[in-house]
């Protein structure tokens, strides 16, 4: 998911990881091997030794193509499965394309699509609004727009986290034991009339 990316790449996932985190090989393919448990507890078999890395910039272009058709999520989906389970290229053109005929896009459509610079400048405003957030890394999550969680988390961490959203959202009732108090909910709070 580097933007900056060459579209082939020599370097294998430990590799990579270890060039930019500055680890050993041996450390890249421990923490590689805990998302793969992960994900295996999730029900998704990652094959990491034969991912083929690549520029994803024209597979986030076709995303964002696919929302306009309705069939955003069917694509991700497909290009994430494409990737960590299957080990195809989705830096290349033609995988791209046969990729969205099998969620319904297209085929004729998407090739002239990936041919040129549309859904470019959608991408690029993603990227600047990842980047004032402080994404620096997949996976992030955003919740309520206040808080983050980064890199593959257990379960566990998503309920705390999700607690402490709905913990800091409830609306507290002041005088809910008098029938002419103020009356809040989600809407806002009605004054009764005396």
């Keep these: 998911m580097d933007p900056t990316a060459e579209r082939d790449i020599k370097d294998n996932i430990y ?4 060039k930019k985190y500055g680890m050993s090989i041996e450390a890249a393919k421990a923490n590689t091997q805990n998302m793969v448990n992960m994900a295996k507890e999730a029900g998704l078999d990652y094959h ?11 597979a986030h272009r076709l995303t964002m193509y696919a929302k306009t058709k309705g069939l955003m999520i069917e694509m ?11 080990s195809k290229h989705i ?3 033609e ?17 002239e699509m990936l041919a040129s610079d549309a859904m470019a400048d959608e991408v690029r405003a993603d990227e600047r609004a990842a980047q004032q957030i402080g994404v620096s890394g997949v996976p992030f999550y955003l919740i309520d727009k206040k808080y983050a969680l980064t890199g593959a988390q257990p379960t566990e961490v998503f309920v705390q986290a999700l607690q402490k959203v709905i913990a800091e959202s409830q609306i507290t009732v002041l005088n809910s034991d008098s029938s002419d108090g103020v009356v809040c909910d989600e809407n806002g709070c009605e004054i009764p009339k005396k």
């Design 15 to 18: 590799e990579k990881l270890a």
């Design 48 to 58: 990491m030794d034969t991912m083929v890395l690549t520029n994803t910039f024209d």
């Design 76 to 86: 991700t989906e497909r290009i994430l499965h494409a990737l960590f389970t299957e």
């Design 91 to 93: 830096g290349d053109h």
């Design 95 to 111: 995988t791209l394309t046969e990729l969205a005929a099998e969620v319904g896009l297209d085929r004729d459509a998407v090739a």
